[in-house]
């Protein structure tokens, strides 16, 4: 089956970093990956979709300069989490898709805790 | 816009038993795909089992099975005999075949399977 590859697993860093994230389809090629946020005992809420080759679409109220992602490859989607604050701190889960219609797959996810 | 709703925050269930998670949706496009994805505490999205709008059979996979009522708009996930190794959280999610084809998920149902 489909496999996506998300790292790293954990992180753990102190306020003022800035984090990268990356997910990577493993044996297919992902021309739309997806970065979700999930914050303890609620649902994954979609931050922003990106399509290789093209700037990111963000939902209402992400912030653009503060998660900066990138998909410069058909296999590899980064997220840059910015001058990380404890409000940062979060779960971070990305999916991958081969294309329309195709079923998205999902990554172990990130847990980010700054300190 | 698409929506979903899962209203049982928290389900208690007895081994071996049955146990029904419910889901409504909402959307205004006649073609969607509808999913359901398990979470364990280690926080990987399993998926479950998918629904098409257009699919005239209720989904089954194993000893999950999709309980789809279009005109009420309604995609309740029952899982049989259920065993400890369930114990999770439980998404609902939907995918709208228009636009950016995002999948939007619910709240989620945590469900506990007693001894």
């Known amino acids: 089956g489909a496999v996506v590859s998300q790292h790293p697993s954990w992180v753990i860093c102190k306020s003022g970093t800035s984090v990268k994230i990356e997910c990577r389809s493993l044996?297919?090629?992902?021309?739309?990956m997806f970065w979700y946020r999930q914050f303890p005992k609620q649902s994954l809420m979609l931050m922003a979709t990106s399509n290789e080759g093209s700037k990111a679409t963000y939902e209402q109220g992400v912030e653009k300069d503060k998660f900066l992602i990138n998909h410069a490859s058909l296999t590899l989607s980064t997220l840059t989490v910015t001058s990380a604050h404890p409000e940062d701190s979060s779960f971070y889960i990305c999916?991958?898709?081969?294309?329309?219609?195709?079923?998205?797959?999902f990554g172990d996810g990130t847990r980010l805790s700054i300190l | 816009a698409q929506k979903i709703t899962q209203t049982q925050p928290g389900m208690f269930v007895q081994e071996k038993e049955a146990v029904t998670l419910d889901c409504t949706y909402d959307t205004s496009d006649p073609s969607y795909g509808l999913f359901w994805y398990k979470q364990p505490s280690s926080g990987e999205m399993i998926f479950l089992i998918y629904q098409g709008s257009y699919d005239q059979q209720n989904a089954t996979e194993g000893r999950y099975s999709l309980n789809f009522q279009k005109a009420r708009k309604s995609a309740n996930l029952v899982i049989s005999a259920s065993q400890l190794g369930d114990s999770a959280m439980y998404f609902c999610?939907?995918?709208?075949?228009?636009?950016?084809?995002?999948?939007?998920f619910g709240q989620g149902t945590r469900l506990t399977i007693n001894p």
């Open positions: 999916s991958a898709r081969a294309g329309g219609g195709q079923p998205q797959h």
């Open positions: 999610a939907m995918r709208e075949a228009q636009g950016a084809q995002k999948l939007v």
């Open positions: 044996d297919f090629q992902a021309t739309t």
